[in-house]
Nanobody, 116 residues
Framework: QVQLVESGGGSVQAGGSLRLSCAAS????????LAWYRQAPGKQRELVAA???????NYVDSVKGRFTISRDNAKNTVYLQMNSLKPEDTAVYYC??????????WGQGTQVTVSS
């Protein structure tokens, strides 16, 4: 069983930065593939960034060059550094573990609001 708790969301002006954190409890954190998703009002949840247990990463095209996902296995934490934020980045951001499995674990979400 894994519990995920996100933090770091908030309101920022366009061009600003935020760093999201997701602290995980449970075992085998270093073996888990982790990801950040987001869901804007009226839209489907989308995969924003993922980091596999070996450290490889991938990003949705709209955030490449602006967002960076990283993990600290010693702290059981995954991060999402978001720079050059745009109003279209406004969404609830969710952390996920084992995101590619049939039963991923989800956090409760954290709101990110970017004003123009």
């Amino acid at each position: 069983q894994v519990q995920l708790v996100e933090s770091g969301g908030g309101s920022v002006q366009a061009g600003g930065s935020l760093r999201l954190s997701c602290a995980a409890s449970g075992s085998r954190f270093s073996y888990r593939h982790l990801a950040w998703y987001r869901q804007a009002p009226g839209k489907q949840r989308e995969l924003v960034a993922a980091i596999r247990s070996g450290g490889s990463t991938n990003y949705v095209d709209s955030v490449k060059g602006r967002f960076t996902i990283s993990r600290d296995n010693a702290k059981n934490t995954v991060y999402l550094q978001m720079n050059s934020l745009k109003p279209e980045d406004t969404a609830v951001y969710y952390c996920a573990a084992d995101y590619s499995s049939s039963s991923p674990y989800w956090g409760q979400g954290t709101q990110v609001t970017v004003s123009s």
